[in-house]
């Protein structure tokens, strides 16, 4: 199945200014007031002033909205909660999004607004990468979140792993959109809710309210907005009829009453990234690394490309990158004015017949904000450089340095860094696991992230993930007066990165065979062979062929890559017993299991980001935290399964034959 472009709002603006859907002919908001309007419908309406004073700084408070648009009801809600909520209180505002509008007409709309122009300045800096699937967002510390749920609202809602406190009934009028308020939704909303979710509506449309109340709400109707006869509130009294799920892919419950503090083991992009999620929901984390110095092995690449290896389908993989990629991108404005970071934007050049023949599909799939295909001139152009062949240009992407940002998420005052410190084993007694070195015990904590790379086969707890290094090296090339022309990221079958602090980064060999990390004069000539594929100019103008292998610099680090392409993230079993307790999988797949997952309490692991931990990672961070503070998940369902620690395990059972098949380079 080819993706369908994401396809946007068409607004038009009337005489005020204001936007109108052309495709559903109904207005975003209230002609007479809109933020008026989003006050008495959906913040009154769910009592979020009452509530949001009633806060306590444990789990966020989570408002599920129906139809984002201009994103009026977020900041109207957001501007509330700082004006009501204590200062440790956490909001979570998810919405689901058919058609987005462009980045341009959003910033137009909420100029309507300026009472909210500090907010809408944040979601505006933000509003990038709006592509199908989850796209996160994290606002002031992650006192505010945002989850952007790209799609059709009931298909959409049904990945999600969430329990929603106060539902936004938005969505154009139900006479103009009835497909929307159908009663898929209505049991989507139900599903969502627990004892006393509320929820409120501008409509009071019969349809409505009796479909709402067979999902299991109790309904009311109230004086409408304006010249609005009645809208509606409702509260959920319904209950849930438990339907199976797989209990190897359940939420694991949490150590009773746990002290808030982890430890993280190991300081690459995985262990920071976990690192700075934790720390923003509050909790207390120490992290352990075996280096003097953080980002040492595969995260200490001087540059780091945010380089996204797409389909054309909506492939697990596919949809892990947009959402990853959206993610590290929104993360980087946090701090946009570092020079160790670059937005420049990325030219996959058409170097090869497959790649010709992807690039069509690919502009196909996705709209040209996005991603846009180039002709050789136009690409060579962007670039600064002569091309010899055209491009896709990604302008979103770029390169990072990454232990820069590895240091940035970590410069937090909740977590303390622990270097020069090998972990050798974990024990879990008391309800603590007792992080073991040479010499004795490092650390301990209720809470565990194995975040080492492949040296989480060292750990008995982890020994049985099918991981693999693959051994890769990038090398310095020192920029001349003529390479500084280079603007962009160039990508075929290795990378250059425009100069930063004098040197171009140039990647990357693949070695199966090697587990060593010493630098190779014979990878670094591979890497030059690369360069003069990407372009014979740049490989000239950076005299390329004059310069000797054995005495450029360079960084050789091990990747850590899974099987099926995808990371390794989340909660940890005891794999000997999980086989035991689900072996009747091996006679029945289908089996419905109802035996709990034999996890081991409190131990997460977060690895196997091949070569696109700089696009993976930090996304992870955010899906550990979101189990371990027991909080809504930022992927959908398909996506968490998909990079589940227990899927192999699992899929052995169900086919009874060895799972790893090692698919070298396609990583
Ligand atoms: C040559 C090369 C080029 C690459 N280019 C790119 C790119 O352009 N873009 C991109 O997105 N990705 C790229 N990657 C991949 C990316 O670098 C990795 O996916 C990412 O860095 C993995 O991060 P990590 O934190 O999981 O692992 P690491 O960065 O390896 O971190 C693991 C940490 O755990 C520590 N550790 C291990 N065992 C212990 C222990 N027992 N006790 C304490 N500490 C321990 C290690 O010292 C290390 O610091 C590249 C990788 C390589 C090798
Ligand atoms: C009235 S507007 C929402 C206004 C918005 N809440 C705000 O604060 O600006 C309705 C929105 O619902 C979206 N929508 C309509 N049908 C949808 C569907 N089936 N799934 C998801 N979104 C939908 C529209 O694209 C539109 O952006």
Not at 40 to 55: G, K, M, P
Not at 224 to 251: C, D, I, N, Q, Y
Not at 406 to 435: A, D, F, M, S
Not at 631 to 652: D, M, S
């Amino acid at each position: 199945m080819t993706t369908t472009q994401l396809q946007h709002a068409h607004i038009d603006w009337n005489e005020q200014g204001q936007p109108l859907s052309a495709e559903f002919a109904d207005v975003y908001f209230s002609k007479q007031s809109g933020l008026d309007e989003s006050r008495y419908v959906f913040i009154q309406h769910n009592q979020l002033t009452e509530r949001f004073q009633q806060l306590d700084n444990s789990t966020p408070f989570v408002v599920a909205e129906t139809g984002f648009g201009t994103g009026l009801n977020f900041l109207a809600c957001w501007q509330h909660f700082l004006q009501q909520a204590p200062e440790h209180a956490r909001l979570h505002f998810i919405s689901v999004e058919k058609h987005p509008l462009h980045a341009a007409d959003l910033q137009l709309a909420l100029t309507l607004w300026p009472e909210l122009e500090p907010l809408s300045a944040q979601l505006l800096q933000q509003y990038l990468i709006i592509q199908p699937g989850y796209q996160h967002f994290i606002f002031q510390q992650g006192r505010v979140c945002l989850t952007l749920l790209i799609g059709e609202a009931s298909e959409q809602l049904s990945q999600l792993d969430a329990q929603v406190d106060a539902w936004f009934l938005d969505g154009f009028a139900p006479s103009k959109n009835p497909d929307m308020w159908s009663d898929a939704l209505f049991s989507q909303l139900a599903r969502l809710a627990k004892p006393q979710t509320t929820l409120a509506t501008f409509t009071s449309a019969g349809f409505v309210r009796r479909g709402l109340q067979a999902a299991g709400f109790s309904m009311q109707r109230h004086p409408g907005f304006g010249h609005k006869r009645e809208m509606l509130s409702g509260v959920f009294s319904g209950s849930h009829t438990a339907s199976w799920a797989a209990p190897w892919f359940a939420r694991p419950t949490q150590p009773s009453n746990p002290e808030k503090h982890a430890v993280i083991i190991g300081a690459g992009i995985s262990g920071c990234a976990s690192a700075y999620s934790l720390a923003i929901r509050g909790w207390r984390v120490t992290l352990i690394e075996r280096n003097p110095h953080i980002a040492q092995e595969a995260s200490g690449n001087p540059q780091g490309v945010l380089y996204l290896k797409l389909s054309a389908h909506q492939t697990n993989l596919t949809q892990l990158i947009l959402a990853g990629f959206g993610f590290s991108r929104r993360l980087l404005t946090h701090w946009s004015e570092n020079p160790h970071f670059d937005c420049c934007g990325l030219l996959q050049l058409a170097y090869n017949a497959k790649e010709q023949q992807r690039q069509p599909q690919l502009a196909a799939a996705f709209n040209p904000e996005f991603l846009r295909p180039l002709t050789a001139p136009q690409a060579s152009e962007l670039a600064g450089v002569p091309l010899a062949m055209g491009a896709l240009f990604y302008p979103e992407s770029g390169w990072i340095q990454p232990a820069e940002l590895c240091r940035l998420l970590i410069e937090h005052e909740n977590i303390k860094l622990l270097t020069k410190q090998q972990v050798t084993h974990l024990n879990y007694q008391h309800q603590q696991w007792h992080i073991q070195g040479e010499h004795g015990c490092i650390a301990q904590a209720p809470i565990v992230i194995i975040a080492n790379a492949n040296a989480a086969k060292d750990f008995s707890q982890t020994a049985s993930l099918p991981i693999k290094p693959i051994h890769g090296q990038v090398t310095s090339v020192p920029a001349t007066q003529a390479s500084r022309a280079l603007k962009t990221v160039l990508s075929a079958e290795g990378y250059i990165a425009p100069q930063h602090e004098n040197q171009h980064c140039l990647g990357a060999s693949f070695d199966f065979q090697r587990t060593d990390t010493q630098l190779s004069s014979l990878e670094q000539q591979g890497n030059l062979h690369l360069l003069h594929d990407i372009s014979a100019s740049l490989h000239q103008k950076l005299n390329a062929h004059n310069l000797n292998p054995e005495q450029l610099e360079g960084h050789a680090a091990l990747r850590c890559t899974g099987p099926d392409h995808m990371p390794i993230v989340g909660p940890v079993a005891d794999i000997q017993e999980l086989k035991l307790r689900y072996s009747a999988l091996g006679k029945d797949a289908r089996a419905k299991l109802h035996a709990p997952c034999p996890w081991y309490p409190g131990l997460y692991v977060n690895t196997a980001h091949g070569s696109r931990g700089m696009i993976t990672a930090p996304l992870a961070g955010e899906m550990l935290a979101a189990w371990i503070n027991n909080e809504t998940q930022v992927l959908p369902r398909t996506l968490l399964e998909a990079c589940h620690p227990n899927r192999f395990a699992i899929k052995v059972l169900m086919r009874k034959k060895p799972y790893y098949e090692q698919v070298e380079g396609a990583v």
